[in-house]
């Protein structure tokens, strides 16, 4: 019987553009968008940020020089969030309803700038008991540890645990610690395989 549901973040629940945020520094900064990925690719601090190993200020000060501009902290935040769009990908009310029922986790590899500033301006993560966060952990999916803190979190054993993200990857590195995991194609797709799992909420 599954107890607890862990949700992905980025594409599960709040839909994300990286476009938007290229667009946007390209136009503080100069440099074309495609540069601007390149850049953040080939440098590794994305990677660094989400496990922890820098700070918003320090990931700040390290893209500024990578992308030779003087963007004040403050603005680079609003430019570093803007890649969400506004609407969720699942609905407040089927999460509530949820939540009724079961535990519910959030499990991310995600920053402190966009989950601080999710957190505040997307009110659906209310819903949620616990959040397990890569740069809190130290860990990102698809590494054991991560999966590890989301079964603590979610307080019951691996196989009464169900979990959707959107990279097929990250669902076998759940799958891989016992958890029942599927693809999140949908909302819809999402409802049917919670109702196959006998899981319910109000219709």
């Known amino acids: 019987m599954i107890r607890t549901l862990i949700f992905d973040l ?7 553009d990286f476009r938007r945020g290229y667009d946007r520094m390209s136009q503080r900064c100069g440099l074309a968008p495609e540069e601007i990925r390149e850049r953040l690719k080939s ?39 803007s890649v ?43 819903h949620f008991d616990a959040y397990v966060l890569s740069y809190e952990v130290g ?7 991560i999966y590890a803190a989301a079964i603590e979190a979610a307080q019951c054993a691996p196989q009464e645990c169900f979990f959707t993200d959107d990279i097929s990857e990250y669902v076998e590195g759940a799958r891989q610690a016992g958890i029942d995991a599927v ?21």
């Not at 980025?10 to 994300?16: D, S």
């Not at 390290?62 to 680079?76: H, I, K, Q």
């Not at 049917?192 to 899981?199: K, N, Y």
């Open 139 to 145: 860990a990102m999916k698809p590494e054991p540890r």
């Open 183 to 203: 693809v999140f194609e949908g909302a819809e797709a999402l409802e049917r395989e919670l109702r196959t799992r006998g899981i319910v909420w109000d219709q």
């Open 43 to 81: 440098d590794g601090l994305v990677r660094a940020f989400e496990s922890g190993a820098l700070d918003g200020r320090e990931f700040h000060r390290r893209v500024a020089r990578l992308l030779e501009t003087d963007v004040p902290y403050d603005e680079f935040c609003e430019i570093w969030f």
């Open 10 to 16: 980025g594409r599960v629940i709040v839909p994300f």
């Open 84 to 126: 969400f769009l506004p609407e969720t990908l699942i609905a407040d009310r089927f999460l509530e309803s949820l939540h009724a029922r079961y535990r519910l986790v959030l499990l991310s590899n995600t920053n402190p700038i966009h989950f601080e500033m999710i957190r505040v301006r997307y009110p659906i993560l209310r």
